[in-house]
């Protein structure tokens, strides 16, 4: 059983990597920042449209779609799973992916680096990131002073997420408590089970839930998708978002559109229809079991925003991002034509 556990927490820290999306090195940014193509506009002609996913809760509302496609003698979308952004960010570059589901922050920084060549879409998950511990006197943010906290994403949106609802809640995060930083989410596991009955983790999903399997006693204290709301109403916690390249929309307004009325009828069918969402998120190996799936789904929130809800939302969110470090969106917010369809 232990093996087996250990099996679904390596399986599930990929999908973490996916989830969150740290990679903002700017060496890989760099690799689409020549991505303007020489081509002009052309009229629209039915193509397959090139998507690419990550293997996480970025991805998992895309199963349905997924499905539907391969029982299609020509299917009208090709999805393309990835275990890392990296491996995504120069394939958009060469335009041989027309779309691709990544990290919000990460798109803002390819917006800048390509001068606006790749827009955002639609929002597709909101925050994963939770408070765990075995500690019951954590009820709010406000227990959360003068403790000892355990994270991931050191310099990278993990840290600023947890900043900026430690000072809203009137935590200062330098003096009022102590946050160490780890390597990844296995190094934060090993050390709150090595550590007293009282450590607190920063965790996301669905790395929470194979944690809970291994851990004991481990619960969920705080939602901090919650949080961020009860901070911040203009904006929302956003963790991924679906992006499509400039050049490309214009040329195909109709064959987009089309995706994503396809796409929020899956995001739409994943949340309504668990177990059977689950069965297909293992099959697709995004999760190693459908058993862990359909326990972390309802915690991964899904969602689908476009237009001007989407530019409000995941405008506000990159401004908190901002102001805590202007790198982590590129180094200035993105202009108006950042938001498709807005």
């Given at each position: 059983?232990?093996?087996?556990?250990?099996?679904?927490?390596?399986?599930?820290?990929?999908?973490?990597?996916?989830?969150?999306?740290?990679?903002?090195?700017?060496a890989a940014a760099?690799?689409?920042?020549?991505?303007?193509?020489?081509?002009?506009?052309?009229?629209?002609?039915?193509?397959?449209?090139?998507?690419?996913?990550?293997?996480?809760?970025?991805?998992?509302?895309?199963?349905?779609?997924?499905?539907?496609?391969?029982?299609?003698?020509?299917?009208?979308?090709?999805?393309?799973?990835?275990?890392?952004?990296?491996?995504?960010?120069?394939?958009?570059?060469?335009?041989?992916?027309?779309?691709?589901?990544?990290?919000?922050?990460?798109?803002?920084?390819?917006?800048?680096?390509?001068?606006?060549?790749?827009?955002?879409?639609?929002?597709?998950?909101?925050?994963?990131?939770y408070v765990v511990?075995?500690?019951?006197?954590?009820?709010?943010?406000?227990?959360?002073?003068?403790?000892?906290?355990?994270?991931?994403?050191?310099?990278?949106?993990?840290?600023?997420?947890?900043?900026?609802?430690?000072?809203?809640?009137?935590?200062?995060?330098?003096?009022?408590?102590?946050?160490?930083?780890?390597?990844?989410?296995?190094?934060?596991?090993?050390?709150?089970?090595?550590?007293?009955?009282?450590?607190?983790?920063?965790l996301p999903q669905?790395?929470?839930?194979?944690?809970?399997?291994?851990?004991?006693?481990?619960?969920?204290?705080?939602?901090?998708?919650?949080?961020?709301?009860?901070?911040?109403?203009?904006?929302?916690?956003?963790?991924?978002?679906?992006?499509?390249?400039?050049?490309?929309?214009?040329?195909?307004?109709?064959?987009?559109?089309?995706?994503?009325?396809?796409?929020?009828?899956?995001?739409?069918?994943?949340?309504?229809?668990?177990?059977?969402?689950?069965?297909?998120?293992?099959?697709?190996?995004?999760?190693?079991?459908?058993?862990?799936?359909?326990?972390?789904?309802?915690?991964?929130?899904?969602?689908?925003?476009?237009?001007?809800?989407?530019?409000?939302?995941?405008?506000?969110?990159?401004?908190?991002?901002?102001?805590?470090?202007?790198?982590?969106?590129?180094?200035?917010?993105?202009?108006?034509?950042?938001?498709?369809?807005?």
């Amino acid at each position: 059983m232990k093996r087996i556990i250990a099996l679904l927490l390596a399986v599930s820290m990929v999908a973490l990597l996916a989830a969150c999306g740290q990679s903002e090195s700017s060496a890989a940014a760099s690799e689409i920042s020549s991505a303007v193509s020489e081509t002009g506009s052309q009229p629209e002609q039915q193509q397959t449209i090139r998507v690419a996913g990550l293997k996480g809760p970025t991805t998992m509302g895309m199963v349905q779609l997924m499905q539907e496609q391969q029982q299609q003698e020509t299917p009208a979308y090709q999805v393309d799973m990835y275990g890392a952004v990296d491996e995504i960010i120069p394939l958009l570059s060469k335009g041989e992916l027309d779309m691709a589901a990544i990290p919000a922050n990460l798109a803002a920084v390819l917006y800048q680096k390509t001068e606006g060549q790749l827009q955002v879409a639609a929002v597709n998950t909101l925050g994963v990131l939770y408070v765990v511990t075995k500690d019951e006197t954590v009820q709010s943010v406000a227990d959360l002073a003068g403790k000892t906290i355990y994270s991931t994403g050191k310099g990278t949106t993990p840290e600023y997420v947890l900043n900026y609802i430690l000072s809203e809640n009137g935590i200062d995060p330098q003096t009022d408590v102590t946050v160490e930083y780890k390597s990844e989410a296995t190094e934060v596991l090993a050390t709150m089970q090595a550590a007293e009955q009282g450590a607190i983790a920063v965790l996301p999903q669905p790395y929470v839930t194979a944690a809970q399997a291994q851990v004991e006693g481990l619960t969920v204290a705080l939602d901090l998708t919650q949080e961020w709301n009860k901070v911040n109403a203009d904006s929302d916690l956003i963790t991924g978002v679906l992006v499509v390249r400039k050049e490309f929309a214009e040329q195909n307004p109709q064959q987009v559109q089309a995706f994503l009325q396809d796409y929020k009828n899956s995001i739409t069918w994943v949340n309504e229809n668990t177990e059977q969402a689950a069965q297909l998120v293992a099959d697709y190996g995004i999760v190693a079991k459908a058993a862990l799936a359909q326990k972390a789904l309802p915690a991964c929130n899904l969602t689908y925003l476009d237009g001007s809800d989407m530019k409000q939302k995941l405008s506000g969110y990159l401004q908190v991002l901002y102001e805590q470090n202007p790198e982590a969106v590129g180094g200035s917010m993105p202009g108006d034509d950042f938001y498709y369809g807005a």
